[in-house]
């Protein structure tokens, strides 16, 4: 069964650095999106991405933030300058109007700002 | 402005016990619902979506009422392996966006 992989499974980083979080979408899906979940919160919304743009994004993605897709498979989540409260879990999620109309989750990174 | 409001429980109930979640959307034009369940420190998970006609997986029973514009899901005969955070996510199709409920804690005691 396709599935959506991320990398890393957990990364620790310094406040002020740069972290690049990764995902491959399945295959064929065209919608992409960032997710967050800070421990024992909901699920929130980061940003969405068809067509190699941003469709939409939410007050929490700000100019800190930016996506990529680099190459053909890779759909990239970069961190300008992490902050303390940007220790959560991050999810990436891929989508296809075609078929269940389900999004497929990845298994998200873990990131630990200290 | 909560687009997808869930109440978060949690809900504890004995093995074998019917439990029932609700959800309720703002947006009238929403075109798709879904319930995802969330293990701990996990991703969440489709478990079934909703029609609306309603629809059956098993224990599990989902309904949609877009005239009141809430979503269900009932979980009979409950398993200690439903124990779970469940997920009420609605696809308002504009920009295929998807509106995700702050999920309601299960936990089923032996």
């Known amino acids: 069964e396709p599935e959506v992989t991320q990398t890393p499974s957990h990364q620790v980083t310094q406040m002020g650095q740069e972290v690049i979080l990764r995902c491959v979408p399945i295959?064929?899906?065209?919608?992409f999106y960032w997710y967050r979940q800070i421990l024992g919160q909901k699920v929130e919304f980061l940003v969405s991405f068809y067509n190699n743009e941003i469709s939409e994004k939410s007050e929490i993605f700000d100019d800190q933030f930016s996506v990529e897709r680099p190459d053909g498979s890779n759909f990239t989540l970069k961190i300008r300058s992490t902050k303390l409260e940007d220790s959560a879990m991050y999810f990436c999620a891929s989508f296809s109007t075609r078929g269940s109309n389900e999004q497929f989750f990845g298994p998200g990174t873990r990131l630990t700002v200290l | 402005r909560k687009e997808v409001e869930q109440d978060p429980g949690p809900f504890n109930v004995p093995e074998g016990a019917t439990v029932a979640f609700n959800c309720t959307y703002s947006n009238s034009a929403s075109q798709s619902f879904f319930w995802y369940r969330q293990d701990c420190r996990k991703e969440p998970k489709l478990l079934m979506s909703v029609y609306s006609s309603g629809n059956e997986d098993g224990r599990f029973t989902a309904q949609l009422n877009r005239a009141s514009q809430y979503i269900s899901l009932l979980i009979r005969d409950s398993k200690l392996s439903d124990s779970a955070t469940y997920l009420c996510v609605v696809n308002e199709n504009t920009g295929n966006q998807f509106y995700f409920g702050t999920g309601t804690s299960l936990t089923v005691i032996p």
């Open positions: 295959s064929n899906h065209l919608y």
